[in-house]
């Protein structure tokens, strides 16, 4: 076979994989996107029991006001409702770790009891605050329940810190992170709750 | 060349098998891309020689592996979110085997290459994902949660170097098994 024929095999089959692959992409990609939404929404909505809603409320965010807070920074809210009515709201807290930025999303609901926690980014030292980051996880399991007066603010820190929590082994820095982030949480929705809530002014 | 192929199919035998459900689905997909570029190349193989016939192999590989990425992400995207590096390495599995000349094997020779190859795949999938979940199956489908046979499992065997240490294991089972088989009288010197 002469080079020229062989050189317009090679360029054929070339135009043909690429728009073989184009117009897959092409008709793959509104099914794709809705499939990540999906799969993102589902990730962060199991901090909470997904009998709870039945709404999406990664579509409804909210606008927080003042959200630096005394430990960490609060950079997104959700309200989860069940015919109207909301039942929880959902904060993402940003906070620095023991290695860097602790990302968290705390679940409350419309009493200001905690109905969950779950990281959403961190970076601790793997095998030791790293821990943070396993989902479920017995430690922030500890902290459900919990609400801003129960325990008191002197009870919201580590035993250590003659708190009323215990500690992720090793990693003081991370649970103390940890806990003032969640303590935060509680406080600002406690200071917000009508406007968080919906039913307020 | 055995070894160049042998050491490049480690990296998804040991990569891309913490579960059973993925082994079974990389397992899928190396088949799948690798029986379509074999149909693919043969009548090509005859017609190009050379620098053209490696160029044609490697546009080809680029286009399933891509291909089957897309459809991956459309039906499967769990799964290929956390399998996408071995998904893209199976253009590299085809490029070395056609460079390597695996395909001119006679066909019933490959096959069952790939169906032993296949089958350690699920076994080293099925044991690590028993040994580091202490269950079978899960993933495998929405309506059954897998078969959980003890609550809490040895993390280590979940990540890399367990599947290492597992596949060493296996080996030396596999020798000790075949020495025992072969009749080996030991001889007294005096």
Redesign the interface.
């Known amino acids: ?1 002469n080079r020229s ?3 317009a ?2 360029v054929l ?2 135009l ?3 728009s ?2 184009y117009v ?2 092409r008709s ?1 990609a509104p ?2 996107a809705s ?2 939404r999906l ?1 993102d929404s589902r990730k962060l909505l199991d901090v909470m029991p997904a009998a709870l809603y039945d709404n999406q409320p990664l579509e409804q965010p909210l606008t927080l006001a003042e959200p630096a807070l005394r430990h960490s920074t609060l950079s997104g809210g959700y309200r989860a409702t069940r015919s109207g009515q909301t039942v929880a709201v959902l904060l993402r807290s940003r906070s620095e770790g023991y290695a860097g930025t602790l990302e968290l999303l705390i679940a409350i609901d419309a009493n200001g009891k905690l109905l969950g926690v779950k990281t959403l980014e961190q970076r601790e030292t793997p095998g030791l605050g790293g821990y943070i980051g396993e989902w479920p996880n017995a430690w922030l399991q500890a902290f459900v329940g919990k609400s801003r007066t129960e325990p008191t603010d002197a009870g919201w820190a580590l035993k250590k810190d003659q708190g009323q929590f215990d500690q992720i082994a090793g990693a003081t820095i991370t649970s103390r992170a940890a806990i003032d982030a969640i303590h935060d949480a509680l406080r600002y929705f406690d200071e917000h709750r009508a406007l968080l809530l919906g039913t307020g002014p | 060349m055995k070894r160049t192929v042998n050491l490049l199919m480690l990296v998804p035998l040991l990569g891309a098998t913490p579960t059973f459900s993925a082994a079974l689905g990389i397992t899928l997909m190396l088949s799948a891309v690798l029986g379509v570029f074999a149909v693919c190349m043969s009548p090509l193989r005859e017609r190009l020689t050379g620098t053209r016939a490696l160029l044609a192999s490697l546009i080809l590989a680029a286009t399933l592996t891509s291909c089957a990425d897309i459809v991956a992400q459309r039906w499967f995207l769990p799964w290929q979110q956390t399998s996408e590096l071995y998904i893209g390495l199976i253009a590299l599995h085809c490029v070395v085997l056609e460079y390597h000349g695996a395909f001119r094997d006679p066909v019933a020779v490959s096959f069952k290459r790939c169906a032993m190859f296949g089958a350690l795949m699920l076994v080293v999938g099925g044991l690590r994902e028993i040994i580091g979940y202490g269950s079978l199956g899960r993933g495998l489908s929405e309506h059954w949660p897998g078969l959980v046979l003890f609550p809490e499992g040895l993390r280590l065997i979940t990540l890399v170097p367990g599947a290492f240490v597992l596949l060493g294991l296996l080996l030396a089972a596999r020798q000790a098994w075949t020495r025992r088989n072969s009749v080996i009288k030991e001889t007294h010197r005096p």
């Open positions: 076979m024929a062989s050189v095999t090679v089959l070339a043909v994989g690429v073989a692959t897959l992409q793959s099914q794709i499939e990540q799969l």
